[in-house]
């Protein structure tokens, strides 16, 4: 008669390594987007926005929109102020949009993969939650703000947004030389980023993630979008070739 005991002890090593791999599979996916908390960001923000105005988007207008009492004399005090008395909103709506991206990262993460070849699941990018309807991101280290007002499909919106600009820089850095030189926060590469974006979100695939369209942010750039996109459509999957014709709709503006 043979023994089941060596047979049992096998299956359960492969049941452990199973579910160790499992456990280690959910954690690495669970890194990808961070948001949290960052009152010192929101001081640079109001003194880097409070004037500031870029393709027709006014975000200085956006910032008195919503803290008509803010001022360059009492920015850090006000700053200071509505963290306090508004620290339990300001946590709840970091933590929603925390808990909805665990849910949902994983199936942008694959379909943004998908489209440039690369393996994005590694990377760690940091949204930041703002009192401050600005939601600007900073490539240079991969992180970003959203307005804590936006509802979660639009908080969601803005970090899948971000995410995707960092993707398309990397690509950029990586694939195409005519990029090399370009300005990733102004200009022509900053403004196809832009165009680009609204092109991709509005795909069918990302779309099933979203569920909201896609808008193009920047009043200024509607003219651009509708020479780009057509050479998105001879283009289609072949992202160097789209990003190097496009470019050369701009003049070409070298990094100073």
């Given at each position: ?28 996916y ?11 960001l ?10 500031f ?16 009492n ?16 508004n ?9 929603e949009?925390n ?30 939650i ?31 947004h ?17 990029t ?26 990302f ?36 990003i ?6 701009w ?6």
């Amino acid at each position: 008669m043979v023994s089941l005991g060596p047979i049992r002890q096998t299956l359960n090593n492969v049941l452990t390594l199973n579910l160790l791999a499992e456990m280690a599979w959910g954690f690495y996916y669970s890194i990808m987007i961070t948001v949290k908390l960052n009152k010192e960001l929101d001081y640079e923000v109001y003194d880097d926005f409070k004037a500031f105005e870029m393709s027709g988007a006014n975000f200085a207008e956006a910032i008195k929109k919503d803290h008509s009492n803010i001022h360059e004399d009492n920015y850090l005090q006000y700053i200071d102020d509505f963290y306090k008395t508004n620290s339990d909103l300001l946590e709840k709506s970091c933590q929603e949009i925390n808990d909805y991206l665990s849910q949902n990262q994983e199936a942008f993460f694959a379909k943004m993969n998908e489209l440039f070849g690369l393996d994005f699941f590694t990377d760690e990018y940091l949204g930041y939650i703002s009192i401050f309807n600005c939601n600007p991101r900073y490539v240079e280290n991969k992180t970003f703000q959203i307005f804590y007002k936006k509802d979660l499909l639009d908080k969601a919106e803005v970090a899948f947004h971000e995410s995707l600009h960092f993707a398309f820089f990397d690509f950029c850095d990586l694939f195409v030389d005519e990029t090399r030189n370009l300005d990733k926060n102004n200009g022509p590469l900053w403004e196809l980023s832009e165009i680009f974006n609204v092109i991709i979100l509005n795909l069918p695939q990302f779309q099933t993630i979203l569920k909201r369209p896609e808008q193009l942010f920047y009043p200024g750039l509607k003219e651009k979008f509708k020479q780009v996109q057509p050479i998105w459509l001879v283009n289609e999957g072949n992202l160097k070739n789209f990003i190097a014709e496009s470019l050369n709709l701009w003049p070409k503006v070298p990094l100073t």
